[in-house]
């Protein structure tokens, strides 16, 4: 039973840094490219798609790490599995604090209600964003290697 939820849980993990990273380095760069108001539209309606999904994705792969860790407390890798659950809590901190509050205004604004600092904005976000790949990066690596 242990296995099963090891292996469940890096795959959920695996595929929530398959959708960031690709936000990150594919979709936003597209959206980046097309002409006039077609970033900023596309922008909000992602922030309204994914977050939706994305809460329910972050803390969903938290609590199966923190199961992970404590039904195999006693299974060589813990140490990597409790420190890839720390960097999962660290990018839902990261989320409620720095990206959040940016993809709140944004998934409401269109080109008529835009602030003037909007590409500014996102462009943080981004920042902030490329960020917390690298941490859940760094916990799904954990979670691999707490598989062998």
Known sequence: MLDTLEVFTTVVVGLMVGVEFSVAFVINPILNALPGDSDQLGRAHGGRMLGAVM???????LVLVAVWAIAGRHHQGTGLVVTAG???LLSVIMSLLLLVPINNRNKTWTPEN???DWKEQMNRWDRFHYVRVAVIIGAFA???????
């Open 55 to 61: 809460p329910v994705w972050y803390i969903g792969s």
């Open 86 to 88: 720390a960097l999962l």
């Open 114 to 116: 835009r602030p003037e």
């Open 142 to 148: 954990l979670l691999a290697a707490a598989l062998a």
